[in-house]
Nanobody, 120 residues
């Protein structure tokens, strides 16, 4: 499967940003999906996941501010981010796998990432 992220860019602290991840037709609804983020020199960090049953999970640091969702008809995964903080500046990646890796970065498929820069 192929994953292509979009929606990154520059945003003021406190503002919103919505990321999208378009999946190829082969990455169908039977995949567990997730958003990760990474800054140079640090490990990739799990942000949000959505299971094949629609169950969502969030890292404690983003609970109440980020929302993961998917439009199965459009093969698209979203990450709505609100109240963004400067320390959340990172490359954001979309991931997919037939196994549920939760927040472990062992998903089989990854996009190339989209940069989000939050300025204070």
């Amino acid at each position: 499967g192929q994953l292509v992220e979009s929606g990154g860019g520059s945003v003021q602290a406190g503002g919103p940003q919505r990321l999208s991840c378009l999946a190829s037709a082969s990455t169908d609804t039977s995949y567990y999906m997730a958003w990760f983020r990474q800054v140079p020199g640090k490990e990739r960090e799990g942000v949000a996941t959505i299971s094949i049953y629609g169950r969502t999970m969030y890292a404690d640091s983003v609970k109440g501010r980020f929302t993961i969702s998917q439009d199965k008809a459009k093969n698209t995964l979203y990450l709505q981010m609100n109240s963004l903080k400067p320390e959340e500046t990172a490359m954001y990646y979309c991931a997919a796998d037939r196994s549920d890796w939760w927040f472990v970065a062992k998903y089989n498929y990854w996009g190339r990432g989209t940069q989000v820069t939050v300025s204070s």
